[in-house]
């Protein structure tokens, strides 16, 4: 599929941060919110197989991508109220998909902005507090041991463990096109630094995500090893209304690794008349 021409919007925020808004101007808007240290490189995919259908919008989060720092103290609060601005430049509600720290803006941007929100769709993501299980050890150490490796050697050494085990081994020309279109606009440290303190804090005190009452999907890898499957089982558990999809075999970042199943799930969840089948969970 052909994608259409990308509009770019910036957008300021009251601590002057100006963050950085991408996509097409046709179609329903779709919110693409990103992960720990990911930006709309990471976008690519899902659009192809979103774009003849849906206008696909990518946010860089403040820091990341071609958006710039700011002054206020980093947190998943934040954040949320940043996507919250970029909704509001859009002109309407949107879609919004949030993926792993994505997941968590998104479910905060629910609570607090649910007037911008039509559609609710939480990917290998997780609600925090005492329901959640945590990033395992063997995880957060890969991530805080290359942490300041250059920008090259930290996604070589980190990014296998977002994947299925083996898939890059198995995809090498997929899995080199990702590593190099993250490094067109690599992370800083030390605002990945920040991210991931501001997601240590989301995970210790959680969302209030049972109060949700958007129309949800929740896809997860079963293989996810950076947010165990348990967490999207958790967030099913609290919002009975949802829809939950869970990927046999798959890895952490479902939309690069699955794209077209991820778009086919998108798809199949906000056409009419699906709302009106009631909640499954598979």
């Known amino acids: 599929m052909s994608v259409r021409e990308l509009t770019r919007i910036r957008v300021r925020t009251a601590d002057d941060a100006v963050l950085h808004l991408e996509g097409s101007r046709t179609g329903r808007d779709v919110l693409l919110l990103h992960g720990l240290g990911y930006a709309s490189w990471a976008a690519k995919h899902v659009r192809l197989a979103l774009d003849e259908e849906l206008a696909l919008w990518s946010l860089d989060n403040r820091g990341t991508g071609r958006s710039t720092r700011g002054r206020g103290d980093l947190s998943i609060d934040l954040l949320a109220d940043d996507a919250a601005l970029a909704i509001e430049a859009l002109g309407r509600p949107a ?18 902005r649910p007037d911008l929100v039509g559609q609710l769709i939480l990917v290998g993501t997780s609600p925090g507090g005492a329901g959640a299980v945590p990033v395992p050890d063997r995880t957060r150490r890969f991530w805080l041991d290359a942490v300041d490796q250059t920008p090259e050697q930290y996604a070589r050494r980190t990014m296998p463990l977002s994947f ?8 090498p020309d997929e899995y080199e096109n990702v590593i190099q279109a993250r490094l067109t606009y690599p992370t800083p440290s030390e605002i990945w630094r920040e991210q991931y303190q501001a997601c240590e804090r989301f995970l210790q005190t959680g969302a209030r995500t049972a109060q949700i009452a958007i129309p949800t999907l929740i896809l997860h890898g079963g293989a996810d090893r950076v947010l165990p499957p348990a967490n999207g089982r958790a967030i099913a558990s609290m919002l009975p209304t949802a829809r939950y999809r869970e990927l046999p075999g798959a890895g952490h970042l479902l939309h690069l690794e699955e794209p077209d199943t991820v778009a086919g799930e998108i798809l199949r969840f906000v056409s009419p008349p699906f709302h009106d089948h009631g909640n499954t969970k598979e």
């Open 164 to 171: 299925r085990d083996g898939w890059p081994q198995s995809h």
């Open 95 to 112: 879609i919004v998909v949030g993926y792993s720290m994505g997941g968590y803006i998104a479910q905060l941007l629910a609570l607090s």
